[in-house]
């Protein structure tokens, strides 16, 4: 088998590092091409060393004299987002996975569906920003785009290997309600950002913990998995499953329900997505039958957790309103990081900037960019009013 040269956007992230992880036990099948990072110098100086890709990409000219100082081997450092663009559309370039956080991570991804390559998509934000723009891209250049979020990933595997939705009755997508799942509107008000980011069954990064402890994650994958897998929000029961052993489901017109299930490991859909069609070790843990004896299932609660509600009507709003939820919870959730505002104070900045805003047509990239811009401002006007 030919030897796959992949690209690790936002390698020194939880994704990215699980990737590496993955890549590193296959190195007959792939070889890291380019790694790139943006704040944590040292990590991306780590990996350069261990992986020897051909390039490294940093976001500043002192980030890469900071980087060039650690690294013990020569390795060529591209500076700037155009780099990633580049990069994520390089002709050496097989796979492209795409694991930065959040719309920062939305030029490149676009970039390596329109270049065709295969894609590895963890930045959902990139679908909810530009989802009729990507899945057009998707559509013209015959990307084979594979979701590596657990419940996407899932959801792939249970749907008919034809692809034909017809016999589809509807999603499933599970969600495990976060560390805040049984706390009263009065215990809500008091969260710190410590508790926030202290996932129950997954460790990941700081911004998407903060969306899964407020349900505005469930919120990103419900419009993640509408443009992917081309349906409404009323075609997706969300249902809290708090083990995260299910990951996702696909329920059939004749009664049947399909599942994915396995440990919570990132490694397990990121190994799918590399090898699809066939299947690899990733290191993941096999699934203990034990802990099967008590899974349990809940209806998510939109009163206590606003930010679902809020997702379901900027996608059927449509147009740019999913952009500018977005953007309004990206900066409200750095404010929280900052304590600057509180936990509940979230879904009320984004609320808030999606009504003052008015939702227009997508037209192109430039306008969905402005278009986040002026909502951050928003947002971050609306927090200034606040704290
Ligand atoms: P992390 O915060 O752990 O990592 C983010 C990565 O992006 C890091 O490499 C970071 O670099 C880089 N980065 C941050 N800001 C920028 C920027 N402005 N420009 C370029 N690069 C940047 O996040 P996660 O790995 O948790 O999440 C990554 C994506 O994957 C998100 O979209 C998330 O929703 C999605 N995802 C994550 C899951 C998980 O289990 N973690 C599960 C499913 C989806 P540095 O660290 O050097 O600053
Ligand atoms: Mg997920």
Known sequence: MKVQHVAVLGATGSIGQNSLDVIA??????????????SNMALLAREVDRFKPRVAVVPTQKAEQELKRLLSCSVDVLVGEQALVDIASH???????AAIVG?????????????GKRLLLAN????????????????RSGTELLPIDSEHNAILQCLPVSQQLSSVKSILLTASGGPFREFTQQQLEAVTPAQAIAHPNW???RKISVDSASLMNKGLELIE????????????EVVVHPQSVIHSMVRYLDGSVIAQLGAPDMRTPIAYGLAYPERIHSGSDDLS???????TFDRPDEQRFPCLRLAKEAFSVGGTLPAVLNAANEVAVAAFLEKKISFVQIPVINEETMHQMISTRVE?????????AEARQLAAELIGVRS
């Open 203 to 205: 460790p990941m990064g």
């Open 124 to 139: 959902k934000e990139s679908l909810v920003v530009a989802g009729s723009l990507f899945m057009d891209e998707v559509k």
């Open 91 to 97: 002709s050496d370039v097989d796979i492209v996975i």
């Open 225 to 236: 998995a509408c443009w992917l897998f081309d349906v409404q929000p009323s075609d997706i």
């Open 289 to 295: 039958f034990d802990a099967l004896l008590n899974l």
């Open 364 to 372: 192109s990239l430039d306008q969905l960019i402005e278009v986040d």
């Open 25 to 38: 036990s296959h190195p007959d099948r792939y070889r890291v091409h380019s790694l790139s990072g943006f």
């Open 103 to 115: 719309a920062a991570g939305l030029r490149s991804s676009l970039a390596a569906a329109k270049a």
